[in-house]
């Protein structure tokens, strides 16, 4: 028997049913993020996705964080027992800003070609261009499930300030994760953090979250380009060098001198050396740029006035002695040439003197 | 087009399809017509061409229509004349409007510039209609303006040129011309339906047509951008029938499954389909024709995305465009892959140029051998769809390809027919000689898209190189 077909009731049914799949989505929020194409129908990428030029970059900025890992060659790569497997986290200079994957420290590190207790030296870039400790600490959590050897982690004091702590993105995106982090590492996370973006139920449908679901197909898609091409970041052809000459300001966060602990988010610290457990991990004070330029008398650069950089120092030496920490202070052993568009970014060759700095001390960690 | 403003016209469509059913669908489409044509028509950096664009449109189809069309209803089109210019005049007005200026890129221009164009159009038109005499001459002016424009738009340093001066009437800098800021929207497939009207009032069968009507084939807003080019008396036939309510179910699956070609594989594709920046980047073959292949899909899902929204947008107000694709790259051989691609093109291409040209070398005293006359229609005919998208080199050898390719697989399939046919005497040698086909023609098809996609020659030959492991 043939039933006249109504299509306003096809519109209706059609919109319930999308409806309902919207419901369904919020309510089940499927952790998609743990499938890739990357590792199987790919090679994992050498560092985690970040890319405000998808279309050059043939990479993107998402924040999911099981995406993300699940697309990196250490997802891919059991360890194998003649590998001595060192993460490195850290910011943007980790990370490689204006570097190809084998001009980064962890690229250094690999054509070093160490070898440690008769075992390969095998690094891994885990660092990701924000500059926070907790971003850092969420990073080492995730890094933690890849049985790391050694831990680099790579900072600044720029990672330190209380209010960088949750405002960077990928800290704001993943509230749950960081009140884990709260709960099993004692990391200091305010109840009302305003930083966190809130999800509502809405937000939480596959309309509601497209963005997201529309970046973890895109970071999918963009594997066959990496492949294909190896690039994972936009090379500009030219770039303005980091700044040399400051204005007189002596500013630095609405903090005063001296600086004390209190200013800083030493219990991230802290919370990361927690998650590491029995790894060893060695904190390192990043290479910066020192400026001998207008008022560098006053400024080291951009980022710092010489009085909280100093205190600074002093601050993480301290520190370290206290907790029995492994730390060096490598700020100053890298020429102010071989810093490119920030106070921070290396170029290689001042990669290649911070890889040869820190792998002696990558082969004294051995067991 | 952005999916806003195709979730636009669809909401636009089936409302009026609900509400009105067949009541003033006629002026319903005009009236939408005329305002996309000014929706769609994206920012340009030349002054106020972003207005002056659509509407210098809407003048070239009204004097196309004014010297082809037998106009039954003097009355209607008087009325039809006022509509068009009181919508352009409402679009105008509203640079008072801050708030309703959503249907131009730009700020309309001065309301009295607008009126002078209009008198400037007015007075032409009662010139043209004292000099009736003169009435088979303006069809081939109409033919040779419409030519002309579209010659200027697709000719890079044409285009150069009239940027050029257009900047230097509105008085800006003449040295920052782009041939990218003479982008007038929708006017290649405006100037297939113009000379498809000319052409068949020359010949005498063309029908008679209201200008309401006609503005409406001409720039029916579900194909202005992306075809299909349809023909004027079977669009009017749809237009002037009412059996159109069935189509609301069908209507709306040819709509979803456009978008999701369109706005899921396509634009996924998109992403990593070969382009100038890639081409240079990738290094392997094994990657090269993994993105040429994305190319190939990409553009098929595309344009048939495109198709497949135009003809469910067009099916809600009742208008069955023709169809433009069927499954090309599953054909066995590049004619039938030509058959089945972009058909509303190649069937206007086959009328108004291959079946006229071969008619007149056949009309030779001493006609040249069939071989040679298969080549020169075909290579010409493919060429002129390649000037279509551009005059450039790359769409030149873009259509040289296809046009030796199908005059090869013209004598081949001549010289093997017989062969082939006693020797595919199974289903399991029919499907080999099939199967081998689509591949050797899909194949064929996507080396041809490496010119199309490709900016420069040497691009493109570096990239064919690189298929084939040559550096």
């Known amino acids: ?367 | 087009m952005a999916l806003e403003k195709i979730l636009t016209f669809a909401a636009a469509a089936f409302l009026w399809a609900i509400l009105f059913r067949n009541r003033g669908r006629t002026r319903f489409i005009l009236i939408a017509s005329v305002v996309v044509i000014f929706w769609l028509q994206p920012a340009l950096p030349i002054r106020g061409f972003d207005f002056w664009a659509p509407l210098a449109t809407l003048a070239l189809v009204i004097l196309v229509w004014f010297i082809a069309a037998d106009a039954p209803n003097q009355r209607k089109n008087y009325a039809s004349l006022a509509i068009v210019a009181g919508v352009v005049l409402l679009l105008n007005l509203t640079r008072f409007i801050p708030a309703l200026q959503i249907f131009t890129a730009s700020r309309p221009p001065q309301i009295e510039t607008t009126l002078l164009v209009f008198l400037g159009i007015g007075l032409t038109l009662t010139v043209l209609s004292r000099l009736t005499r003169f009435s088979a001459s303006f069809l081939t002016a109409g033919l040779i303006l419409t030519i002309g424009l579209f010659l200027t738009l697709k000719t890079p340093a044409l285009a150069y040129w009239t940027v050029y001066f257009f900047r230097s009437l509105s008085g800006q800098d003449v040295y920052a011309s782009r041939i990218t800021d003479f982008a007038w929207l929708g006017f290649s497939y405006v100037a297939f339906r113009l000379i498809h009207v000319i052409r068949d009032k020359q010949m005498g069968r063309l029908p008679s047509v209201d200008l309401d009507e006609f503005i409406a084939y001409v720039i029916f807003f579900p194909a202005f951008t992306a075809g299909p080019i349809d023909r004027l008396e079977r669009f009017i036939k749809d237009l002037r029938g009412s059996d159109w309510q069935s189509d609301i179910l069908t209507a709306g699956q040819r709509l979803l499954i456009g978008l999701f070609k369109k706005f899921v594989v396509a634009d996924s594709l998109a992403l990593i389909a070969l382009n100038d920046t890639n081409a240079t980047q990738v290094a392997s073959a094994f990657w090269m024709w993994v993105i040429v292949y994305a190319y190939a899909f990409q553009i098929y899902f595309d344009f048939s995305g495109y198709t497949d929204i135009a003809l469910g947008i067009a099916a809600l107000l009742g208008i069955k465009l023709p169809e433009n694709f069927a499954s090309p790259y599953l054909k066995p051989n590049l004619t039938q892959f030509w058959n089945n691609w972009h058909m509303t093109l190649t069937q206007w291409f086959r009328a108004y140029f291959f079946n006229p040209i071969t008619r007149w070398l056949r009309s030779w005293e001493k006609p040249i051998s069939i071989p040679m006359m298969i080549l020169l229609t075909q290579v010409a005919t493919m060429l002129l769809i390649g000037f279509w998208h551009g005059v450039t080199w790359n769409f030149t050898l873009w259509g040289l390809w296809h046009g030796i390719g199908l005059f090869i697989h013209n004598r081949w399939s001549d010289a093997t027919k017989a062969k082939a046919a006693a020797w595919a005497i199974t289903p399991a040698k029919q499907a080999a000689l099939n199967i081998s086909g689509i591949l050797l023609t899909f194949h064929y098809v996507a080396i041809g898209w490496i010119f199309f996609a490709l900016s420069s020659p040497a691009a493109a030959w570096q990239v064919v190189l690189k298929l084939f492991g040559v550096h």
């Open chain 1, 1 to 367: 028997m043939n039933q006249e077909i109504k299509p306003l009731n096809v519109l209706i049914k059609g919109l319930l049913l999308f409806a309902l799949f919207n419901l369904a989505i919020a309510a089940w929020q499927p952790g998609v993020g743990q499938f890739s194409l990357y590792n199987i129908l790919y090679p994992g990428r050498e560092r985690l996705p970040f890319g405000e030029n998808p279309r050059q970059s043939y990479n993107l900025s998402l924040f999911d964080l099981d995406a993300m890992f699940a697309s990196h060659v250490i997802a891919g790569t059991p360890k194998a027992d003649d590998e001595f497997r060192v993460v490195i986290v850290g910011d943007s200079s980790v990370w490689g800003t204006l570097l190809r994957p084998e001009e980064t420290l962890a690229g250094q590190l690999n054509a070093e070609e160490l070898n440690a207790c008769g075992k390969t030296v095998r690094a891994y870039n885990l660092g990701y261009p924000t500059i926070s400790l907790t971003k850092d600490v969420i990073l080492l959590s995730y890094a933690m499930n890849y049985d790391p050897d050694l831990i680099l982690w790579m900072t600044t004091l720029e990672a330190f300030p209380l209010e960088k702590q949750t405002s960077t993105p990928l800290a704001a995106y993943n509230e749950e994760k960081v009140r884990e982090l709260a709960t099993s590492h004692q990391l200091r996370i305010e109840a009302g953090d305003s930083n966190f973006v809130k999800k509502s139920f809405w937000d939480k449908t596959f309309i509601g979250d497209r963005r997201a679901w529309a970046d973890f197909l895109r970071l999918q898609i963009y594997g066959a380009m990496w492949s294909a091409t190896g690039i994972d970041q936009a090379y500009p052809t030219g770039y303005e060098k980091a700044q040399t000459d400051f204005e007189a300001d002596e500013s630095y966060h609405d903090l005063t001198s001296p600086l004390s602990e209190d200013d800083l988010a030493i219990n991230a610290l802290e919370s990361g050396f927690r998650v590491a457990g029995e790894t060893p991990m060695l904190l390192v004070n990043e290479p910066m740029l020192i400026s001998s330029g207008a008022n560098s008398d006053i400024r080291y650069n951009f980022f710092y006035p010489r009085w909280a950089y100093d205190d600074y120092r002093e601050i993480m030496l301290e520190l370290s002695e206290r907790n029995n920490w492994m730390y060096v202070d490598l700020w100053d052993i890298v020429p102010a040439n071989e810093f490119t568009n920030s106070a921070i970014h290396l170029t290689p060759a001042g990669e290649n003197m911070l890889a040869k700095k820190l792998a002696p001390y990558v082969l004294e960690n051995c067991r």
